[in-house]
C-alpha cells in the first residue's frame, strides 16, 4: 500500500512516517508538511492511503481529504489529528477512520 501523510507539523510526520514503516501492509510512505504541495504531489502519483492532520494553516485536512478524493476516488483518508470536535466534520468526506494524536502503533495498525 502507498501512503502519504500530511501536517504541518515536521515531528507530527517523522513519527507517523515511522509508525506506517513497522506496518507491513504498507510498502512506501511519504511524508509532507506542506498540503498544497502534497496535492500537487497526489496528481503525479497515486496512492492507496492519505493520514492528514486536520488543522494546517494552508488548507485543512477535511477540504484536502475531499481535493483528494476529487483527484484519486479510490484513495483511503485517515484522518489523524489532536481536535476531537472535528469529528462529525469529518465524516463528511467519508474516511476510513478518524484517530486521535498521539497514536498507538495498534491502532494505526487497524
Known amino acids: 500500500m502507498k501512503t502519504i501523510c500530511v ?13 506506517c514503516t513497522r506496518l507491513h501492509e504498507i510498502e512506501e510512505a511519504k511524508g509532507f ?9 497526489l496528481r503525479a502519483h497515486p ?8 488543522n494546517m494553516p494552508q488548507i485543512d485536512g477535511i477540504t484536502m481529504a475531499a481535493r483528494i478524493k476529487q483527484i484519486s476516488p479510490q484513495t483511503a ?9 472535528y469529528a462529525f ?12 494524536k498521539p497514536v498507538s502503533q495498534e491502532k494505526l495498525a487497524a
Do not use: S
Open 33 to 41: 508538511t506542506d498540503a498544497l504541495l502534497a496535492l500537487d504531489w
Open 77 to 85: 483518508i485517515l484522518f489523524l489529528t489532536a481536535y476531537k470536535e
Open 7 to 19: 501536517d504541518d507539523e515536521p515531528l507530527a510526520v517523522e513519527y507517523t512516517l515511522r509508525q
Open 89 to 100: 466534520d469529518a465524516y463528511a468526506v467519508h474516511p476510513t477512520g478518524y484517530l486521535l
Open 47 to 54: 496512492v492507496d492511503l492519505a493520514i492528514l492532520d486536520i
